[in-house]
C-alpha cells in the first residue's frame, strides 16, 4: 500500500505531455464540437481565460454536453497540464522544421537509398528515342522532329543528353511551357469571372513577363519579390510593375465593386472576398501555407490562428485589381510612378483639396504630359474611376471577423505573416500600402524561410515526375500530404537557395538524374510493394496536357505559329453587352488566330473552350496546383470530331502526303508491317486525313513514356 501511494505521488509530479496524454482526450471528448481544439494554439484560448479546468470539472456550463462527463482522471490530467504551465510539446511539424545545413549529396543518391530500404530496384534507362521524346515535352509542351529525334538517337557522344538538354533550356519554347504551369497555380484568367465576365485586355502582359522570367532564369527569390511588390522593391523596372498582375490574376466581382453602394454589406463582403483571394494565392503559391483555412476561426489543423489570416489581409487592404499605367522606358515609367503615388497621397491627405489643389494641378499637368503609357491589369492604388468602384481614401482598417461575417468586426489588425514560421518576425509596420507588401515579399523569400523553398523545388519535382515529393503542393500541413523523400526535398530546397535559385539549374540536375532516365515499363513485383511508384522505381508514364495536345496538333500539320507575347488572341465570337457572350462554335478553326500556341490563348472564365475541358484543361477561378487528368471516351470523341482537329487532320495529310510519313512525324517511326496493311486499308477507303485523325488518337501520341 505504501508502495502504491509513494508511486501515485511521484506520478503527480510527472510532467504531463500535451501531444501524447492532453490531446488524445480532447480530439475524442471535445474537438466535437470545439473543433479548433485540435491543436495546441486553439486550446491556448481557453487555457488562458481559466475557463478550461471549470468547465470540464463540473462547473455551468459543463462540458462536454454531450457523452456524459470526463473520467475524474482525464480530469485530474488536464488540470496538472495546466498547473505546470500548460506547455506545448507538440514536435514541430515537417514543413516547419528548419531546412538543414547545405551537405553534399546527389539526387539519385537518395532515391537509391529509399529504394533499397523498401527492398526495391531501379529500372533500366529508357532508349534513347523515348528519352528525346519525354524530355522534349517536359521542357517545351512540344514533340521533337523527325531530324532532331534521328540526329538524337544516332549521335553516340557521351554529352549528347547533357547536350539536348542545354539546348531545350535555351530555347523561348522552355518559357512557354513552364510560364503555362505558373499560370495554373496563379490561376490566371483574362475575364473577371462572376455574373458580369467582362473581358480584361490588359491581362496578357503579365503573362509575358512570366514567359519571358523563367527564358531569362530570373533569380527565384527576384521572380516572387516583383510578383508581390515589384513596383516598391524595383520602382526602375516597368517589367517589375507589370508582376504585380499575379495579385490581380484571379476572379473579380465587377458587381460587387462597380455597382454596389459603399456602406453595405454587400460591398464590404466584396471586398473581403477580395483580399481573400489575394492571400490564397499568396500563400498557397509561395509557401504551400493554407492560410486561408483561417478565414472564420483558428485553423482546424495546422497552427495558423484566425488573427494571423487578417493581418496577411491587411498586407493588401490598400491595393485593388485595376489596369495600372506602365512604361517601357524606365526613366519615363519611374517619373510616371512617382508622380501617381504623390497624386495618391495628396488625394488621401486632403480629399476635398482645400489646401493642396495647386499642388495637385501641377502633378496633374506633368501627368498629362508625359507620353501615353500602356496598361496591365495588376494591383493598383492609383487608377481611373469605374462605376462605385475607386481607389480608397486610404487604406482601409482590417479586423479579425468573428466568424468570418463582416457584420461582426472584432480585433483591429496590423499586417503581418503567420507566426508558425519561428525563424522570421511576423510583425509588419503598419506603413504604407506599398511597404507592407515589401515586407511581405521580403519575408517570403528570406533564406530561413523553409517553406519557400520547399515549396518550389517540390512544384518543379511535380512536373517533372508527374507528382511531387509531396502530393499536395499547395498544402504543405497536416492535411496535405507527407514527403516520400524528406531529405531530399530539404537537400534539393537548400541547393536551390544556396545557387542562385536558378530554375534552369534545377532542371537539369533533375534530368539529368539516373530516376528520371529510367523506362517506365511495368514490373508486377515491383507494384506489389509500390503501386503507385511513389519510390520511383521507374518512370511516371504522362498524358499529355489539353495545351501539349492542341500545340503538337498543329506542330504536326505545319501550322504552329511560334509568333511569341502580345494581347490574346480571341478563339471565340464575342459580343460586349450588358452580360457578355462568348461562343467557341461561331469561331472560324482555320483562322490564323487558330495557329498560336496554346499559352496564348484568351482565357475566359465563365465559359471556357469545350475541346479543352474535354481535355481536363483547369479552370482559371481556381488555384491549380496540379491538374486532374481522366479518361473517357468523350475525350476520344472530341479529338476525332472537333472542328480544330477535324481541320488539322486535313493539313497533316496535305503535310505528310503519304501514311509513312505521317507515322514518322507524329510518331518518330514508321508504321509496322501490320499498320501498314490495316491503316493503308483505313486510308484508301476514307481518305488520309481520316487515318490521321485516328493517328491523334493513339496513345503513343497521347501518352509520353
Keep these: 500500500m505504501l508502495w502504491l501511494l509513494l508511486s ?7 510532467p504531463v505531455s500535451f501531444d501524447r496524454e492532453v490531446r488524445p482526450v480532447v480530439e475524442r471528448r471535445c474537438a466535437g464540437c470545439h473543433q479548433p481544439f485540435k491543436n ?49 510539446d507538440t514536435p514541430i511539424w515537417w514543413s516547419l522544421r528548419p531546412l538543414p545545413k547545405r551537405a553534399p549529396g546527389s539526387i539519385d543518391k537518395f532515391i537509391q537509398a529509399k529504394l533499397a530500404e523498401k527492398k526495391l530496384t531501379p529500372s533500366p534507362e529508357a532508349d534513347r528515342a523515348t528519352l528525346i521524346r519525354r524530355v522534349t515535352f517536359d521542357l517545351h509542351g512540344l514533340p521533337p522532329s523527325p531530324a532532331e529525334l534521328d540526329a538524337f538517337v544516332n549521335d553516340k557522344s557521351a554529352n549528347a543528353y547533357d547536350a539536348l538538354i542545354d539546348r531545350l533550356l535555351a530555347s523561348p519554347r522552355y518559357g512557354e511551357r513552364w510560364g503555362r504551369h505558373w499560370l495554373d497555380v496563379a490561376h490566371y484568367g483574362e475575364s ?46 516597368p517589367q517589375a510593375l507589370i508582376a504585380l498582375g499575379f495579385i490581380a490574376a484571379g476572379p473579380w466581382d465587377f458587381v460587387g465593386h462597380a455597382e454596389l453602394v459603399e456602406g453595405t454589406t454587400d460591398k464590404n463582403l466584396t471586398r473581403s472576398n477580395d483580399r481573400d483571394d489575394m492571400v490564397a494565392a499568396t500563400m498557397s503559391t509561395f509557401t504551400s501555407l493554407t492560410v486561408h483555412c483561417a478565414r472564420c476561426h483558428d485553423h482546424k489543423f495546422d497552427p495558423i490562428p484566425q488573427e494571423d489570416y487578417y493581418r496577411v489581409q491587411a498586407v493588401f487592404a490598400g491595393v485593388e485589381r485595376a489596369d495600372r499605367a506602365y512604361d517601357e522606358d524606365p526613366a519615363i515609367n519611374r517619373r510616371r510612378q512617382l508622380l501617381s503615388a504623390r497624386k495618391l497621397e495628396l488625394l488621401r491627405a486632403d480629399p476635398l483639396m482645400l489646401a493642396n489643389a495647386p499642388e495637385l494641378a501641377k502633378v496633374m499637368r506633368e501627368l498629362k504630359s508625359l507620353p501615353k503609357p500602356k496598361m496591365v491589369y495588376a494591383a493598383a492604388n492609383e487608377f481611373n474611376r469605374v462605376g462605385k468602384f475607386s481607389p480608397a481614401a486610404e487604406i482601409r482598417p482590417i479586423n479579425v471577423l468573428a466568424r468570418g461575417s463582416v457584420d461582426n468586426p472584432g480585433k483591429l489588425v496590423t499586417p503581418g505573416a503567420p507566426r508558425c514560421v519561428g525563424s522570421l518576425d511576423p510583425n509588419f509596420a503598419a506603413g504604407p500600402e506599398g511597404e507592407r507588401r515589401a515586407r511581405l515579399a521580403k519575408w517570403i523569400t528570406d533564406p530561413t524561410n523553409m517553406l519557400a523553398w520547399r515549396s518550389i523545388v517540390n512544384r518543379v519535382w511535380h512536373y517533372h515526375f508527374g507528382t511531387g515529393l509531396v502530393d499536395t503542393p499547395n498544402d504543405f500541413g497536416r492535411m496535405g500530404s507527407q514527403p516520400s523523400h524528406p531529405e531530399l526535398l530539404d537537400w534539393l530546397a537548400v541547393d536551390f537557395r544556396d545557387n542562385g535559385g536558378s530554375l534552369k539549374r534545377l532542371h537539369k540536375m533533375i534530368l539529368m538524374s539516373a530516376a528520371y532516365r529510367q523506362s517506365s515499363k511495368s514490373d508486377p513485383a515491383k507494384s506489389a510493394i509500390d503501386a503507385d511508384n511513389r519510390y520511383l522505381w521507374r518512370m511516371n508514364r504522362a498524358r499529355l496536357e489539353a495545351e501539349a495536345v492542341r500545340d503538337s496538333v498543329l506542330a504536326l500539320s505545319g501550322k504552329l505559329d511560334l509568333t511569341m507575347g502580345g494581347p490574346s488572341v480571341q478563339q471565340f465570337f464575342f459580343k460586349d453587352d450588358h452580360s457578355p457572350v462568348y461562343d467557341y462554335t461561331r469561331f472560324d478553326v482555320d483562322s490564323p488566330a487558330s495557329y498560336r500556341r496554346s499559352v496564348y490563348r484568351f482565357l475566359v472564365r465563365s465559359v471556357t473552350d469545350p475541346f479543352m475541358d474535354r481535355l481536363d484543361c483547369p479552370d482559371p477561378n481556381v488555384l491549380s496546383p496540379k491538374r486532374n487528368t481522366t479518361l473517357t471516351a468523350i475525350q476520344a470523341l472530341a479529338l476525332l470530331n472537333n472542328p480544330f482537329m477535324m481541320r488539322q487532320a486535313e493539313h497533316f495529310a496535305a503535310r505528310a502526303g503519304t501514311l509513312s510519313n505521317a507515322y514518322v512525324i507524329a510518331l518518330g517511326r514508321k508504321p509496322t508491317a501490320e499498320e501498314e496493311k490495316q491503316m493503308g486499308a483505313y486510308a484508301s477507303k476514307y481518305g488520309l486525313p481520316s487515318a490521321c485523325r485516328l493517328l491523334f488518337n493513339t496513345n503513343e501520341f497521347l501518352f509520353v513514356d
Excluded: C
Design 192 to 237: 473577371h469571372g462572376y455574373d458580369k465576365d467582362k473581358p480584361r485586355l490588359n491581362a496578357w502582359p503579365y503573362r509575358d513577363y512570366v514567359i519571358r522570367s523563367l527564358n531569362d532564369d530570373k533569380p527565384y527569390a527576384r521572380f516572387v519579390q516583383e510578383q508581390l511588390a515589384g513596383d516598391v522593391l524595383y520602382p526602375d523596372s
Design 8 to 14: 501515485t505521488a511521484l506520478a503527480a509530479n510527472d
Design 40 to 88: 495546441y494554439t486553439g486550446l491556448q484560448a481557453a487555457v488562458t481565460s481559466g475557463r478550461l479546468v471549470p468547465f470540464i470539472s463540473g462547473d455551468k456550463p459543463r462540458m462536454p454536453k454531450a457523452g456524459g462527463p470526463l473520467a475524474p482522471a482525464e480530469v485530474a490530467l488536464i488540470s496538472r497540464w495546466v498547473e505546470q504551465g500548460a506547455k506545448d
